[in-house]
């Protein structure tokens, strides 16, 4: 992370991890709460996934070398309904099965 000033622009260096965790937790402390950083990691990750963020964005965004990393974080399996469909299959029946599954609406 960086300071970015008024006009936008870089400032500064970057923060340390202990800057981060000092900041993290002074604020968690006044809201009476324990957060560590790295569970607004994991929730900004979780969140970006819940509104259908691309994975590749998503592991851009946390600086996984992998997509596997990214699934291996977000706890996912692979999904194999958006491999290519074998001739006879219907991938939006297929699609639409997997979410009622998991209790999304389409």
């Given at each position: 992370m960086r300071p970015v000033n008024k006009t936008g622009q870089l400032a500064g260096t970057s923060m340390t991890a202990q800057s981060i965790f000092e900041v993290v937790e002074r604020y968690s402390t006044l809201l009476g709460i324990h957060v560590?950083?790295?569970?607004?990691?994991?929730?900004?990750?979780?969140?970006?996934?819940?509104?259908?963020?691309?994975?590749?964005?998503?592991?851009?965004?946390?600086g996984h070398a992998s997509v596997q990393t990214t699934e291996r974080y977000l706890g996912l399996e692979q999904d194999l309904v958006d491999t290519a469909p074998r001739h006879g299959t219907?991938?939006?029946a297929a699609a639409r099965g997997r979410r009622d599954r998991q209790g999304e609406e389409p």
């Open positions: 560590a950083p790295h569970d607004l990691r994991r929730t900004f990750a979780k969140l970006a996934h819940k509104g259908h963020a691309p994975l590749e964005q998503i592991q851009l965004s946390l219907d991938r939006t």
